[in-house]
């Protein structure tokens, strides 16, 4: 084999440098992605590389001698980097092989065909050489392709991390920067989401660190453009609100089945770390038992007033509340599941009733010995207000500590029926 190869090399070098034109051509023409990134030399001088590689590769190999791909790995490695997808670099090796082989059979015809059958054992071996050429480009790409997309997710990890932690000043060009580079633009609506811990755990890209979704949630479906950030503080997603109302993120949330705080709408990527700070505030004021709940900040002001000033939030509890505290638990577990259910139900006792499972008379009962113990009386709305806030701060005292607490807020009620 090898001294057919040496008797026919001078024709078949020609014959190589004609098939390099063929195929650099046919490429060119079929391919936009080969057409965008190289010009007709560039592209045929690097056929004619290869399949003179292949020819050294067969020789080798015939002689028991190792394929050298070093050339391979590094085509494979700079096509990675220069952003040509790997099916047309594995479609261009696989057409080479096919016609370097044509133009073996051609070279070997021309110069003896009686030789020919000699050439035929030699077939199992080129494509021996021709699978190990390829898989060492493929290898290669996959490599650096993985490589560059983890620094691309590292940048953007880095980027949203820019916007989220506020750094630089509001306007200043680290902030300006970043969110072009996310593709944000100067004026729009954004908001910031912050995940309750018992998430589902993502890997950010569509869950990819800085991506635009994450398992779970589909930010297709409801028009939202969602990059999620997950970090050893929590999940965190940027929502590019565009025309969509705020009350959208809940639909976009549900699916998740998690604790959810949502910041109000601001209209610059400088404003993201106020609102994360904000969104923050308001995961602090959904009910850690009941299940799934989304808290948009504007909807329970309230109660996020009393989780961003923890002094003070223990004071108000001690003040208004200090009495019914220091009942034995169980009457206290009793007096303040009463009064959160009145406060979600809007001040009507009959509707506690309900959802307490007993009458009305007892609920009566249980909310004037609150006002005897508290010296507050639930006909001043001022003495409402005081102990609705310090209701929130018992809620409030302990995230992970059991708490007495009332069921979920029911609808709206009729107030025909207070």
Do not use: K
């Not at 950030?229 to 999940?235: H, K, L, M, N, Y």
């Not at 000033?309 to 004071?315: C, D, K, M, V, Y």
């Amino acid at each position: 084999m090898e001294r057919i190869i040496e008797e026919i090399r001078e024709d078949l070098s020609r014959r190589i440098a004609s098939a390099a034109d063929r195929l650099a051509e046919r490429t060119l023409a079929e391919d936009p992605s080969y057409a965008a990134l190289l010009g007709r030399a560039e592209l045929r001088e690097r056929i004619h590389h290869n399949l003179r590689q292949s020819v050294e590769g067969l020789v080798r190999s015939v002689r028991g001698l190792p394929v050298e791909l070093s050339d391979a790995r590094a085509t494979g490695t700079l096509r990675a980097e220069q952003g040509l997808p790997l099916a047309s670099l594995l479609r261009t090796y696989r057409r080479g092989g096919r016609l370097l082989w044509q133009t073996l059979t051609e070279a070997v015809t021309a110069h003896d065909p009686a030789a020919l059958p000699r050439l035929l054992p030699a077939a199992s071996a080129l494509w021996d050489v021709l699978d190990q050429m390829t898989d060492a480009v493929a290898e290669a790409y996959r490599c650096t392709e993985a490589a560059r997309c983890e620094r691309d997710r590292e940048r953007r990890a880095a980027l949203l991390d820019a916007l989220l932690d506020g750094a630089g000043l509001p306007d200043g060009p680290a902030v300006s920067e970043a969110a072009a580079q996310l593709g944000l633009a100067e004026r729009g609506r954004f908001a910031v989401v912050v995940l309750g811990s018992g998430g589902t755990q993502g890997s950010g890209g569509g869950g990819v660190p800085g991506g635009s979704g994450r398992p779970g949630a589909d930010p297709t479906a409801s028009g939202l453009r969602v990059l999620w950030r997950i970090r050893a503080d929590g999940e965190t997603g940027l929502v590019d609100l565009g025309h969509h109302p705020l009350e959208s993120v809940r639909e976009l949330l549900d699916p998740l089945g998690v604790r959810a705080g949502v910041s109000p709408v601001v209209e610059a990527p400088g404003d993201l770390a106020r609102a994360r700070w904000l969104a923050a505030l308001a995961l602090r004021t959904a009910p850690v038992s009941g299940g799934p709940f989304t808290a948009l900040l504007d909807e329970r002001l309230p109660t996020a007033l009393v989780a961003s000033q923890a002094e003070l939030a223990g004071r108000l509890r001690q003040v208004v509340l200090g009495p019914v505290l220091a009942l034995p638990a169980e009457d206290c577990r009793v007096l303040l599941n009463t009064l959160g259910t009145w406060l979600a139900c809007q001040g009507s006792t009959t509707y506690a009733a309900g959802r307490l499972f007993c009458h009305r008379n007892t609920v009566s009962n249980r909310l004037r010995r609150l006002e005897h113990l508290t010296g507050r009386t639930l006909s001043d709305p001022a003495h409402v207000v005081e102990l609705a806030l310090a209701h929130a701060a018992v809620l409030q005292r302990a995230a992970g500590e059991p708490a007495p607490a009332g069921p979920r807020p029911p609808g709206r009620p009729s107030r025909r029926n207070r």
